[in-house]
Nanobody, 121 residues
């Protein structure tokens, strides 16, 4: 089970930190990622991290602004969002897949319910 938290309303240029709590016996065995879905658009890849955490991948639209990391001891995945833009408004989803050593856009087979991020201009 994946449970996201940390979404909310933020002004453009601000920051927000999302978290994803994973309930699994061995979270360190899962590659994980963040996706987002804006109203009327398809879900899109945001960032990914390998199961150990040393390998990351970002969508071009968030590179240099967002940072993904994980705390396997606490079963948590994070997404730090800085210099947020109105186009970042979306529901953000946490995803996981067993055995991914490298960061990848997918596919993923476990998904959270999502957390809403709304950016005001």
């Amino acid at each position: 089970q994946l449970v996201e938290a940390g979404g909310g309303l933020v002004q453009a240029g601000g920051s927000l930190r999302l978290s994803c709590a994973a309930s699994a016996r061995d979270v360190s065995g899962y590659g994980m990622a963040w996706f987002r879905q804006a109203p009327g658009k398809e879900r899109e890849f945001v960032a990914a991290i390998g199961k150990i955490g040393g390998n990351t991948l970002y969508a071009d639209s968030v590179k240099g602004r967002f940072t993904i990391w994980r705390d396997n001891a606490e079963n948590l995945l994070y997404l730090q969002m800085n210099n947020i833009r109105p186009e970042d408004t979306a529901v953000y989803y946490c995803a996981a897949r067993w055995g991914l050593s490298i960061a990848t856009v997918g596919p993923y087979n476990y998904w959270g319910q999502g957390t809403q991020v709304t950016v005001s201009s």
